[in-house]
């Protein structure tokens, strides 16, 4: 089949490289010749400033110019296509509604060359991007204003999880097509071929506005598990003593019925999805005249959840962070990802600002380059006050408390360098619960604070600061 995927970001970029490994004829187009350019050159250190996932670069080098093609050029590759997937990103606006005017942009430039195409076989337009339920009937209308003959629309939400984007796209839980007509699933099932009867792997057929449901009650659902989480278990780690939240942890999620997943306890679930796609719920429930309180507390406590340990280390362990050196382990929204927005992160070093800190010392595995983009001085001079460093170390050398923001692994075996490199008394604000050896830090003098626990003073000082 002949593809072109519109916008080459995470999930597009992905989408490309997995859909042309089972030799489709894919061409990812964007309007970012930079990017594209990067891409084009086939080399890890290129694509990886944009997209940083395990094995994309490599499935790349192996199918460009064969199987997988990219430009900035659409109306050269229009002809003879047989499906055509948006992949643009759909950002919150202020008011928690969703901006589709990269999507609107897009849909109108397809619209207008698909009107003038000489072929005239059947293709079928599939947001991939989530946007708000009716955007398929919003997408049919643009082509009817542009006389598009023999064209469908589609709707096949992604559910990749960035860090795992390539494995989860060659095994997801679940496929989900919304069309109306025969032909257009006809299309996606030869597109899908891989997954339409596989044992593991659930291909859902369905209408346009279910699929994108699909898509929101998913993401809504898993972010009410952390918020509840955070809310509720991680607040009475913190309240009673002698409450352990490894143990609390093991009895809740024993029970089948419920899950592990989110049950690890954290500064709040960042990323470009749960965040926007909770608020435009929210959005398009209440502009519908129906109550979405829930949802709105769960988003709350998120929101809230980024900054509380600084709170905490100045309510519980009375810390003044004006004029203090502060190291930050982690920038990425999670591990495995050198993507930062609506990372906790980002709230973290907002609030430390705020407070009048010193200095930010911060470090991440991939995000350091993102970084200096989201931090830019010219935005904020205030962001003067970061620096940036290549190791957890180098990070830690020179100040008086540290600040954990993403759960990479390199973090649980930190204790040693801590030890090395900062004396106690020193403060170890712990966002992710990733010290597991933190009561031998506590024997030898260091504050610890995580979420989930009570504050523990270092044994041989007063515990203040
Ligand atoms: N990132 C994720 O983990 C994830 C997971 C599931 C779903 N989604 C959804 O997928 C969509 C894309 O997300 P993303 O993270 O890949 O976005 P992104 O911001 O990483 O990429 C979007 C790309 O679209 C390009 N673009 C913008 N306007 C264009 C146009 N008119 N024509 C062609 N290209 C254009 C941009 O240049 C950019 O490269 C969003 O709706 C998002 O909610 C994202």
């Known amino acids: 089949m002949k593809i072109i995927v519109v916008g080459t970001g995470f999930v597009g970029l992905t989408h490309a490289a997995t859909t042309s490994e ?22 890890a250190a290129q694509i990886e400033r944009y997209v940083n ?33 948006f992949c643009t990103a759909t950002p919150p606006n202020h008011n928690g509604s969703t901006d589709l005017s990269y999507y609107t942009n897009a849909a109108n430039t ?45 709707s096949n939400p992604e559910f990749l999880p960035e860090g795992d984007a390539v494995e989860k796209s060659r095994k997801p839980d679940r496929v989900v097509v919304g ?57 009475l780690g913190e309240t009673f003593p002698n409450v352990r939240m490894e143990d609390l942890k093991r ?11 989110g049950s690890y306890v954290s500064n709040g679930a960042g990323g470009s999805c749960f965040g926007k796609d909770i608020q435009s719920l929210i959005y398009q429930l209440q502009s519908a005249g129906q109550p979405a309180d829930l949802l709105q ?10 900054t509380y340990l600084i709170d905490r280390a100045i309510r519980e362990a009375g810390v003044n962070f004006n004029q203090k050196t502060v190291a930050l382990l982690g920038l990425a929204f999670k591990q495995r990802t050198n993507d930062m927005r609506d990372s906790s992160s980002l709230k973290v070093v907002e609030a430390l600002l705020a407070r009048g800190v ?25 962001f003067e006050k970061i620096t940036y460093h290549e190791t957890a170390k180098a990070a ?22 801590i030890e090395k490199v900062v004396p106690p008394p020193y403060l170890i604000m712990d966002g992710r619960r990733m010290i597991p050896d933190y009561d031998e830090l506590v024997e030898r003098g260091y504050h610890y604070l995580a979420v989930g626990s009570r504050y523990l003073a270092g044994k041989s000082t007063n515990g203040k600061h």
Not at 111 to 132: C, F, G, M, W
Not at 210 to 220: D, L
Not at 297 to 306: A, D, H, L
């Open 22 to 43: 089972y030799g489709h004829e894919v061409y990812a187009y964007d309007i970012d010749a930079k990017r594209i350019a990067a891409y084009n050159t086939a080399n």
């Open 53 to 85: 996932e395990p094995g994309l670069a490599q499935i790349i080098a192996e199918n460009i110019n064969r199987y997988l093609f990219f430009t900035t050029d659409v109306a050269s590759i229009i002809e003879g296509t047989d499906a055509i997937f």
């Open 110 to 154: 397809i619209a207008e060359l698909l009107a003038k195409r000489k072929d005239q076989r059947r293709v079928v337009l599939v947001n991939k991007s989530t946007v708000p339920v009716g955007t398929a009937r919003y997408l049919e209308g643009i082509l009817r204003e542009h006389d598009v003959p023999n064209v469908g629309v589609a």
């Open 179 to 235: 069309a109306d007509h025969e032909n257009d699933f006809r299309i996606l099932r030869r597109i899908y071929s891989q997954f339409v009867n596989h044992v593991r792997i659930r291909y859902i057929e369905t209408t346009p506005e279910t699929a994108e449901s699909i898509k929101y009650v998913a993401n809504t659902l898993l972010l009410t598990y952390i918020s509840f989480w955070n809310g509720v278990g991680a607040r």
């Open 251 to 261: 009895g809740v999620t024993s029970d089948a019925r419920i899950s592990t997943w």
């Open 297 to 306: 507390s769960v988003y709350e406590i998120n929101e809230y959840q980024k």
């Open 358 to 382: 010193k200095e930010i010392r911060a470090y991440d595995p991939l995000a350091l380059h993102e970084a200096k983009r989201f931090f830019d001085p010219e935005k904020n001079h205030l």
């Open 396 to 417: 830690l050398e020179g100040s008086e408390m540290l600040f954990i923001s993403t759960d990479w692994e390199e973090f649980r075996g930190l204790s040693g360098t």
